[in-house]
C-alpha cells in the first residue's frame, strides 16, 4: 500500500531500519563520548586528572565543523552523481568500523592505550580524533545521503508523520542503549568498566546495517542535477539570490539555529548533570536505578508525543505548532534547573522525570515540525546540497556557541566534586539550563518574521 509518493511497507522499513541504526551511533556520540571522556578525567591513576568540560566542548565543536563541511561538499556530491543509496550502505559500514573502533581506547588492563603507556588526557585527545574520523563517515552516510534520501521521497501528505518517527528514533535509539548497554559504561560487582564491548556492539550493529540496507533500500528516483556542474551544485544553497528566492527556508533555518544552540548550552553535559549534579543514583540492587528511571519516563514519553506532534502537524498544519512546542521546550528546560535544589532523593527523581519529559517533548516536537517544514521548502533536486545548509544551521554553529558557554558556566557556576581517585572538577551548572532556556526566547524573531514571509508569499500565490 502506497500514497501519492510512492512511500510503502519497503520504505517504512528502511526509515526506520537505517535512521535507528544511525541514531545509535549518533546518540552514542553526542552523549556517551562525553560521559566517556568524564570517565578518562574521574578515573585516571595518576589523581591529576584534566578539564574535562573543556574536552568536551572542544569534542562537540570539532564534530560540529566535521560534520557541517562534510554534508556541504557530500551533500552536493549526492545530487550530481545520484546513487544515495550506495553512499549509505557503504557510508554506514565505515561508520560501523570507526564506532567499533573507540573500542580500542577503553582504558583497562588489556587496552592498548594502557599498554603503549598513554596517559588519560592522551587517551581523550585520541578519542577526539578518532570522533572527526567517525563524523566523516556518520555525516556522508546519514546526514547527507539519508537525509536527501528521504526528503526526495516524501511529500506534504506525509512528512510530519515521517519526521516524526525520524526524531521517536533518536529517544528510542538512547532508551535501548540506557537499558540494554548503559551496564557495560558503569561499574560492575567486580570494579571494572567495559567500555571495550558497549563501542564493539553498537559499532556491529551499525556495520551490518549498512550491509542490509543495499539490499533493503527501495530504488531511488532520478536525480534532476545531474547536468549541472558539481561547483554550480555545491553554492546553489549559499547564494544571496538563492535566499532571496526561498525567504521562508531560510527563516525556518534560523528558528532551528537559536533551537540548537539553547539545547547545546547543556544537552552534552545531561547525563552527567543528572547523575552527578542532581546526585540521582545510577547504581541500585534492583534493575532500574533512579537514573534510569528518569531516562524512561522522559524518553518513552516524548517518544509518544513526539509522533502525535508529527501526525498533528499533517492534519491540522505544522505552522500551528511551531510555538507551543517551543513553549514546551522552554518549560520544560526552566523545570531542570530546579532539579539540585530538591533535597530527598526521591522526590528529586520524580522531579527530574516530569522534568524531563517536558523537555524532551519540546527537545523532539521542535525538529518534527521545523524539519517538515524545511524539508516541504527545499527545492526538487537539491536535497543534498540543502541538507549542507541545514547543518551549518543545525548543527555547526549552535554547536561552536553553546557548548562553550555551558562550559563556561560549568567552571564559574558549576560545584566542585572529587572522585574516589582524588580528582576534583566542576560539575555541570544547573544554570546552563535557565540561560539556556531564555536563549530558547530568542527563537520568537525568526518565527515572527517567518509567520510574516509565509503571509506574504500566500498573497502573492493568490494574485
Not at 526526495?152 to 542503549?177: C, F, P, W
Not at 528529586?348 to 524532551?360: C, D, E, H, N, Q
Request: glycine share 8%.
Amino acid at each position: 500500500m502506497k500514497n501519492k509518493s510512492g512511500f510503502g511497507l519497503r520504505m517504512w522499513l528502511s526509515v526506520i531500519l537505517v535512521g535507528l541504526a544511525g541514531q545509535f551511533a549518533w546518540s552514542l556520540e553526542n552523549m556517551y563520548l562525553n560521559t566517556y571522556i568524564t570517565y578518562l578525567n574521574f578515573t585516571d591513576p595518576s589523581g591529576q586528572g584534566f578539564h574535562y568540560s573543556s574536552y568536551i566542548a572542544i569534542t562537540t565543536a570539532a564534530s560540529a565543523a566535521v560534520a557541517t563541511l562534510t554534508t556541504v561538499f557530500m551533500g552536493a556530491l549526492t545530487d550530481k552523481v545520484g546513487k544515495r543509496k550506495l553512499f549509505i550502505s557503504v557510508g554506514y559500514v565505515l561508520w560501523g568500523v570507526c564506532t567499533m573502533a573507540f573500542g580500542l581506547c577503553a582504558v583497562n588492563e588489556s587496552s592498548p592505550i594502557i599498554k603503549i603507556g598513554l596517559a588519560s588526557a592522551q587517551a581523550a585527545i585520541l578519542v577526539i580524533v578518532l570522533d572527526c574520523v567517525m563524523t566523516f563517515f556518520g555525516s556522508t552516510s546519514n546526514d547527507a545521503a539519508f537525509s536527501a534520501y528521504v526528503t526526495a521521497n516524501t511529500d506534504e501528505s506525509n512528512r510530519g508523520k515521517v519526521e516524526g518517527v525520524l526524531q521517536i528514533l533518536s529517544l528510542i535509539s538512547m532508551l535501548v542503549i540506557f537499558v540494554g548497554f548503559n551496564p557495560l559504561t558503569t561499574e560492575d560487582a567486580n570494579g571494572e568498566y567495559h567500555w571495550d564491548l558497549f563501542f564493539y556492539l553498537l559499532g556491529g550493529i551499525v556495520l551490518l546495517t549498512g550491509i542490509v540496507s543495499f539490499f533493503l533500500i527501495p530504488k531511488e528516483k532520478e536525480n534532476s542535477s545531474k547536468g549541472r556542474t558539481y561547483l554550480s551544485v555545491l553554492s546553489s544553497g549559499f547564494r544571496p539570490s538563492t535566499v532571496k528566492a526561498h525567504p521562508t527556508l531560510y527563516f525556518l533555518f534560523l528558528i532551528y539555529l537559536v533551537f540548537a544552540s539553547a539545547n547545546q548550552i547543556f544537552f552534552p553535559y545531561l547525563l552527567v548533570y543528572i547523575e552527578r549534579t542532581c546526585e540521582i543514583s545510577n547504581v541500585s540492587s534492583s534493575f532500574l536505578t533512579p537514573f534510569a528511571l528518569v531516562m524512561a519516563v522522559a524518553l518513552l514519553g516524548g517518544s509518544v508525543l513526539s509522533v502525535l506532534l508529527g501526525n498533528l502537524g499533517d492534519r491540522f498544519g505544522k505552522d500551528k505548532l511551531i510555538l507551543p512546542s517551543l513553549g514546551i521546550m522552554f518549560a520544560g528546560t526552566f523545570l531542570l534547573f530546579f532539579v539540585p535544589r530538591i533535597g530527598n532523593e526521591t522526590v528529586r527523581t520524580v522531579y527530574a522525570a516530569i522534568s524531563g519529559l517536558i523537555m524532551i517533548t519540546g527537545f523532539v516536537g521542535v525538529p518534527t515540525i521545523v524539519n517538515a517544514l524545511i524539508r516541504e521548502q527545499i527545492p526538487k533536486g537539491e536535497e543534498g546540497t540543502f541538507m549542507g545548509v541545514r547543518m551549518l544551521f543545525v548543527v555547526a554553529l549552535p554547536m561552536l556557541i553553546g557548548p562553550f558557554i555551558g562550559d563556561a558556566l560549568n567552571s564559574t557556576t558549576g560545584r566542585m566534586y572529587k572522585s574516589s581517585f582524588g580528582v576534583e572538577s566542576a560539575l555541570p551548572s544547573p544554570y546552563a539550563y535557565l540561560v539556556s532556556a531564555f536563549v530558547l526566547l530568542l527563537a520568537l524573531i525568526p518565527c515572527f518574521c517567518y509567520f510574516r514571509s509565509r503571509k506574504e508569499t500566500v498573497r502573492a500565490t493568490e494574485k
